[in-house]
């Protein structure tokens, strides 16, 4: 599986920011596309992953609150994020994965190269 994520940049608080991540080779035991982010010097963190093979449900960990929602575009072999009401502790490196779900990002098998989002205040 491969991953090329992109769409990151420079916003401003409160704005918003779409990363896409074109999906590629065989999937079969990946169901799952998901995205981490980290901070500099700060861990990895589960931001949300959507059922790539199966009925497209999501899941998003607590801090999204309901500012980002994964979508699939499965014609294009896409997910995107939409991140909305940005805030500056948002401002991280965003990766794309592939994996069989779950939080912990040992889970997930397959990783693309992240895109830098920063959020200004």
């Known amino acids: 599986v491969q991953l090329q994520a992109s769409g990151g940049g420079l916003v401003q608080n409160g704005g918003s920011l779409r990363l896409s991540c074109v999906v590629s080779?065989?999937?079969?035991?990946?169901?799952?596309i998901g995205w981490f982010r980290q901070a500099p010097g700060k861990e990895r963190e589960f931001v949300g992953n959507?059922?790539?093979?199966?009925?497209?449900?999501?899941s998003y960990s607590n801090f999204v609150q309901g500012r980002f929602t994964i979508s699939k575009d499965g014609a294009e072999n896409t997910v995107y994020l939409q991140m909305n009401s940005l805030k500056p502790e948002d401002t991280a490196i965003y990766y794309c994965?592939?994996?069989?779900?779950?939080?912990?990002?040992?889970?997930?098998?397959?990783w693309g190269q992240g895109t830098l989002v920063t959020v200004s205040s």
């Open positions: 994965v592939a994996g069989m779900g779950g939080r912990e990002p040992s889970l997930y098998d397959y």
């Open positions: 080779g065989r999937t079969l035991n990946s169901h799952f």
């Open positions: 959507i059922n790539w093979l199966h009925g497209g449900g999501t």
